[in-house]
């Protein structure tokens, strides 16, 4: 089973600076993936980035990166030089990998907000 | 490619009437997801197909909730009879073997008076 939580309900930022919106999990799968996906009002989920457990590095995705702890399960996202369009909620969401692939365990949602 | 495909896009009905939504997927993604978006449960799945089979349908709410997969291109979810708390955004999803990526339909968003 897989549990993912996001304990920032809200989060604001100023245009063009940086914020890291926060989110760790549990599962009891060995190999897995981690994805965080911004829904905007229009309410399309959107994937921002995604990050394979077996690899180390950090994954990034232009102004996006990832924050990949993998032994504190933690898995945070910044947003680099925040524009308006980011304002969004943003999701953390986890699946299992191979053979146990399928269900998506998504977060509660952290509501982003841009500041001109 | 058109990306996931849903209809309609909103549908207000009145309690204790069906209701069907309907899903076509990427072509060539083999999985679809059906999940449904609330703000009390947040994002949860109700039923998910691999190559056209029901593999889990344990996040089906009740009997009164029922999916259709009759090939690659298509698949329904049904709710006979509906009622107020059915209300939410149902949204449908696709993936491909290859990727573990889930890629969104716009949802349908399903109001029951």
């Known amino acids: 089973a897989q549990t993912v939580t996001q304990s920032q309900p809200e989060m604001s930022v100023q245009e063009a600076e940086t914020v890291t919106l926060s989110c760790t999990y549990d599962t009891s799968e060995s190999d897995y993936y981690l994805f965080w996906y911004k829904q905007p009002p229009s309410r399309q989920m959107i994937l921002v980035i995604r990050q394979e457990a077996y690899k180390q590095q950090n994954a990034t995705e232009n102004r996006f990166s990832v924050n990949f702890q993998k032994a504190a399960k933690s898995f945070s996202l910044k947003i680099s030089d925040s524009q308006l369009g980011d304002a969004a909620m943003y999701f953390c969401a986890t699946v299992p990998s191979g053979t146990s692939y399928g269900k998506l365990t998504f977060g509660q949602g952290t509501i982003l907000t841009v500041h001109p | 490619d058109a990306g996931v495909i849903q209809s309609p896009r909103h549908e207000v009905t009145e309690m204790g009437q069906e209701v069907t939504l309907r899903c076509k997927p990427i072509?060539?993604?083999?999985?679809l997801f059906w999940y449904r978006q609330t703000m009390m449960r947040g994002l949860e799945l109700l039923i998910y197909f691999n190559n056209n089979v029901p593999i889990d349908d344990s996040g089906m709410p009740e009997d009164r909730f029922s999916a259709k997969m009759p090939n690659a291109s298509f698949s329904t979810l049904k709710i006979q009879p509906s009622e107020p708390r059915d209300s939410a955004v149902y949204f449908c999803a696709s993936s491909g073997t290859e990727y573990n990526e889930q890629f969104f339909g716009p949802g349908t968003r399903l109001t029951v008076l």
């Open positions: 072509s060539g993604h083999d999985y």
